[in-house]
């Protein structure tokens, strides 16, 4: 198994659309009837560069790759946790109804993840995308009554303007500054769409500073190979003292400039970018009938000129 190999599958898996890494592995068998020279070809190339209708039948083509190298796909691990991470991966805790986010912001090592909200901890499969092992968690910060406000206060904000939210608060590491997160996914695979927003802040209370991006990747892949990617760096006002209401306040009014701005450059697209690379007609404003090409004096009938 070379450092190649294991190179080539990390990189297709970073830079993955939204919902096009597979979900699951658990029903793949090592029958297929693949030859190996298609294996590169279906392997992760499809969700990086060409349409992907439905990202659940790719478990298929992963398996199929790594058939003659069972260990390449472990070795790839890295890469996935770093895929998740980024992407801050909502998933289902068992036996739950809401859904929590993976992030480097939230890890506690080991593929072990903590939650606020629910107070637990859960072990996630990378590759999978699966949480199991829950347990109890306890918030340690001094920051814990803060975290619950802008909780509260960014539950009414998500919910007000996003399509299945997942968002929450965390202390980094040195419990000085606050991860405000939250990520909204659509997928749309029957009308060849996926997209994705993310937004991230970082929120120090001492120094009353807030900056933040905001992410968003959007593929559109009819008949075609579409992808937006997008991001914006954000330096956000506080008032001294800033309560967590004012706080997500300066989120809300940030993220809702930034959809307009967007917006704008969509009208901008479509009436000039994207009409730049339709065909245009020929001088004579008609189409050119392709099957009596061979009848066309050229200069003349397709360039609208006088015959000699």
């Not at 659309?17 to 030859?35: A, F, R």
């Not at 279906?42 to 349409?51: D, L, M, Q, S």
């Not at 695979?189 to 994705?196: K, L």
């Not at 189409?287 to 061979?294: I, M, P, Q």
Request: aromatic share 8%; net charge neutral.
């Amino acid at each position: 198994m070379s450092k190649e190999n294991v190179a080539a599958v990390s990189a297709f898996v970073e830079g993955a659309p939204p919902g096009e890494v597979c979900p699951s592995l658990e029903s793949i068998t090592p029958e297929s009837d693949l030859l190996p020279a298609r294996r590169c070809d279906i392997w992760y190339g499809p969700a990086i560069h060409e349409p992907l209708a439905a990202y659940t039948n790719k478990s298929t083509d992963i398996k199929a790759l790594t058939l003659e190298q069972p260990r390449l796909l472990n070795s790839a691990t890295p890469a996935f946790e770093k895929y998740n991470e980024e992407q801050l991966t909502a998933v289902k805790l068992p036996g739950g109804s809401q859904t929590v986010l993976v992030s480097s912001h939230n890890s506690l090592g080991g593929d072990r993840y903590y939650d606020v909200e629910s107070q637990s901890s859960f072990a996630f499969d990378h590759i999978a995308q699966k949480a199991s092992s829950v347990q109890s968690h306890t918030l340690e910060s001094k920051h814990k009554d803060l975290i619950k406000s802008l909780l509260k206060a960014l539950a009414t904000h998500a919910s007000e303007h996003y399509n299945n939210p997942t968002f929450s608060v965390f202390p980094t590491s040195d419990d000085n500054t606050l991860a405000i997160l939250l990520v909204a996914n659509k997928y749309s695979p029957s009308n060849f769409w996926n997209g994705r927003w993310r937004s991230t802040y970082l929120l120090n209370p001492t120094a009353n500073s807030l900056t933040g991006t905001i992410k968003v990747d959007v593929h559109y892949y009819e008949d075609g190979n579409v992808r937006l990617t997008t991001t914006k760096p954000l330096s956000l006002p506080l008032s001294p003292s800033a309560s967590a209401s004012e706080i997500i306040r300066q989120i809300a009014i940030a993220e809702k400039k930034y959809q307009e701005e967007l917006n704008r450059g969509f009208a901008v697209l479509s009436e000039g970018a994207f009409k730049g690379l339709r065909r245009q007609l020929p001088i004579t404003r008609q189409k050119v009938e392709w099957d009596k090409v061979g009848s066309y004096r050229l200069g003349q009938e397709i360039g609208g000129g006088r015959q000699r």
